[in-house]
C-alpha cells in the first residue's frame, strides 16, 4: 500500500494538536524519529513547549532476548517531570511496547500531572492498551514489514518500509 | 619358560645392534640374537613383523605415590602404567609421605613393588633427614636397603655448608648424588618462568638464574668433592651450555632433561592451563631449542618421564596454586620418538637416551639385550600413533597438558625377566 | 587460541581480562557507559534492566571498595545482589572453589563477580561453567592476583576518554609497581589495543617486570624524563609490603624518586590529567596537593566506575 508523504502527514498532525495541547505541554521525542518529529511540532505550535529526549532502552522488555542494542543515547529531560504536563512523541505506533517502557521513564523521573501521546503514523497491532492522543495518519501494514522515517540532510521527513527485523 | 620373538627390527644402543633379526629368550635372560641357541623348541613364539624390539626402557624418575600418597595413585596403577609405557626399570624419587630417609620404608616399598612381579623398582634415598636440608641421612643403611642414589627431589639445600657436607660424605662411600639445579632464594614462590607469559599473566617468576646459580654452585662443590653428580631436570637453554663446558673440561656430571620440555614451552600455558604446571617451569622457544640440541649432542645423557600423578583436585585450581607435575610412563617413549623424527636423531641414539643411558646413571645392568642380560624387553609400533585420552591412560593420573593430541609410538608388549607382563 | 570471553556470535560472555579483547569490544563499552553514568544524577537512580537476575560478588580477598561499587552498579540495574567473602582461601573451608561455585550455580546464580588473590582464578571459573553447560551464567573479574583488573581498566580508559577525546594522540605514563599491579597491566592491554601510540612505564628496576617490553610499553626509571609530554599521568598504589620484600628500602626514597609532586607535575603538559585507581596512600607515591589539585579526575574516576560496570553487567547479561 501506498505510503502517506510525511511532511503532509506531520502538517495534519500539528494542525490536530493545535488549539488542543495544553500551552504549557513539553514535548518528549523518543529516539529517533520521535525526537525529530518533537523538535518540529514545538517550532509550529504556539505556546511554551520545551522539548527534551527520551531512549527507553534501559526500560525495554526484550532486553532478555535481544541484550542492549549497540547505540543507546542519553536522555535529555532538561525540565521538571513533576506535576507536568508531557506529551510523549513518537514516529511511529506499533505494538505499544515501546510506548510503555517511556512511560516507566518518565515514572523514574518523576510524577507527571498527565502524558498525552502523538504519533506520526498508526499501523495498528497493539499489543499493550496503549492510544495515541493525537495521530497523523492511520495505516494498514504487512507484520513482515517494518515502517521507518527518515530525515535527509535538508531536514526534509520520509516515511518508508523495510523488511521486518532488518 | 623359552620365547622366540621373530621378524623384529632388533635394536640394541648398547652394543650396536639394528637389524631385523629372531631375538631368543630362556630362563628368564636374553639366550641369543640371530642364531637360534642349539635344540631351540619355543614355548612360544611372538611376530613381531613391522614392530621394534628394544630393551625394556629406563625411567629415571618416576612417582609412585607410595607411601603416604595413595589417595592420588596407588603403586598398582602406577606399575601398570609403566609396563603399559614399555619402562622395565625405573628409579622413584624419595619425596613420599614420609620421604624414604629410612631403611625399613626403602625395603617396603622394593618389597611391595617386587611382589607386583612388573617393573624393576630403584628407589633414590632423602640426601637430608626428611628432605629438610639439615642433617645426613644413613646413607650406608638406605643403600644396602636399595638405594641407588640419593637426592633431595624439590626441596632445597639452603645452607651449602651441609650441601658440601653431603656431598663430601655420599663420595666417601661411592654413592651418588642427584641434584635438582634450583637456587631456593631466587626460585622463590615462582611458578613460571621469568619471560612473557608470566609478565602478561601476572604470574610469580622464576628466573633462569635460579638454575645457572645453583649449576654453578654444584660444579664447585663436585670439583671439591669428587662426588658423583646427576643433574635433574634441565630447563635453561644456558644451563645446556654450562653443563657442556663443565664436560669439556673433565668434570664428571651427568643430566637429564624431562619429555615435556622437549616439546613445550611458556607460551602453552595458555590461559592458565594447570596442566602446565610443572617443575622445571617451561621455559621459552629458545631453551627449548637448546634442551633439544643439547640431547642430540649428547651434553643431556638421557631423558626421563618424571611421571607425577595428580588427582583432578589438584589441577582445578587457580594455576599459582594447582599442583605441579604430569603424567609420563605412558608418554616416555611417544615424546622420545616424537623428538627424534623432528630433529631426525636415528633410532637408535634415541633409545639410548632411554634405555642404556639412564641405565648407566642407575648403575645397573639393565637397557640393554646383551647375552645373559635379563630379558626385559619392550617390543613396540614405531608408525602406529594414537591419541592422548584419560581412557588410553593405565596410570590414574590422567594429568597431561599432551590430551588431545596425537603422539608416536605404541607399545605392543613388554616383558620382564623373560615374563610377559603387558599385552597391548 | 580461541578467547574465552566471546561466545562463537563475537559477544561477551564473560569479562576476564582487557588482553584479546577486540577494539570495538572495548569502544561499545565505553559507549554504553555514557548513558549509564547519567542515571545518576537523577532521583531515581535505578533501571530494570537486570531485574529477576541473581549477581553473587564471590570476593575471595577482601575488598570493600571494589565490592561496594559492584554492589552499587548492580542494584541500579534491578538486580539482587548477595555477597561471599569467603576470605583468603575458600580451601581452608575443605571446600574446593569450584564447588563453591557449582553450589552457588545451583542456587541459580545469574553472574558472578570474582575477585581472587590468585591470577586466574576467574579464567578456571569461566572454563568450568561453559564446560558444565552453565555457559549463561557470566563471570566479571574483579581482580586476579597481579594479572588483571578490567573493570578498573575500562573505568580508566573512560575517564580519559571523557577528558581526552582522542586517543590516537596521547602519551600515557603509568607510575609505580607495575609489577605486582594488575591494574597496570589492564590498563597497558587498553590502551595498546586502542591505538595509544605512547604508553610508558616509570619505576624503579625491582617493581619492573623482566619482560615487561612484551607489554609494548617505553621504561623509564628516571620519573622527571618520563613525564616530559604526558597527557595523562596515572600513579600505582604502592603496598607497604613493597618494603619488606627488598624490593624497596622506604616510603620516603620511593616518594622522593616516583612520588608525584607539583614540581615533578610540571614536566607533563600543562592540561595533563592525573589519575589513580584507589585507595591513595598520600605523602607516599602522591602529594596531597596535587591529588586534591585540579589536575587531578581521581573522583570522578569513581563515579565512572559504577557507569563503567553497569555498562558491562548489562552487556554481559543481554541477548
Redesign the interface.
Known sequence: MALPDAEATLVALADRMRGAVAFDAKFVGMYSGGAWIAERLARTIDGDHPVGFIDASFYRDDFGSKGLKPEVKRTELPFEIEGATIVLVDDVLYTGRSVRAAINELFDYGRPARIELAVLVDRGGRELPIEPTYVGARLAVARDLSVVLSRAADGRLELTTEAAGA | MKIEIANGRVVDPKHGIDRVAPLFVAAGKIAAIGDAPPGWSPNRTIDATGLVVCPGLVDLSARLREPGFEYKATLESEMEAAVAGGVTSLACPPDTDPPLDEPGLVEMLKYRARSLNQAHVFPVGALTVGLRGLEITEMGELAEAGCVAFSQAEAPVTDTGVLLRAMQYAATFGHRVWLRPQDAHLAGGGVAH???V??????A?I?PSAETIALATIFALVRETGVRVHLCRLSTGEGVAMVRAAKHDGLRVSCDVAAHHLHLCEIDI???D?QCRLIPPLRGTRDRAALRAGLADGTIDLVCSDHTPVDD?GK??????AEPGATGLELLLPLTLKWAAEDRVPLPAALARITSAPAAILGVGAGHLGIGAPADICIFDPGAHWRVVPEALRSQGKNTPFLGLEVPGKVRMTLVGGQVVYEG | MRNPQLNAAGELTHLLTLEGLPAEVIVRILDTAVPFASIAERDVKKVPLLRGRSVFNLFFENSTRTRTTFEIAAKRLSADVINLNIGVSSTSKGETLLDTVDNLVAMNADMFVVRHSQSGAPHLIAAHLDRTGNGHVHVVNAGDGRHAHPTQGLLDLFTIRHYKKEFRRLTVAIVGDVLHSRVARSLIHGLTTLGVPEVRAIGPKTLLPTAVHALGVHVHHDMREGLKGCDVIVMLRLQSERMKGALLPSAGEYFKHYGLTAEKLAYAKPDAIVMHPGPMNRGIEIDSAVADGERSVILPQVTFGIAVRMAVMSMLAGG
Open positions: 621469568d619471560g612473557e608470566a609478565t602478561r599473566l601476572g604470574l617468576a628466573p595458555g590461559w592458565f594447570a583436585d582445578q585450581l587457580p594455576f599459582g596454586e
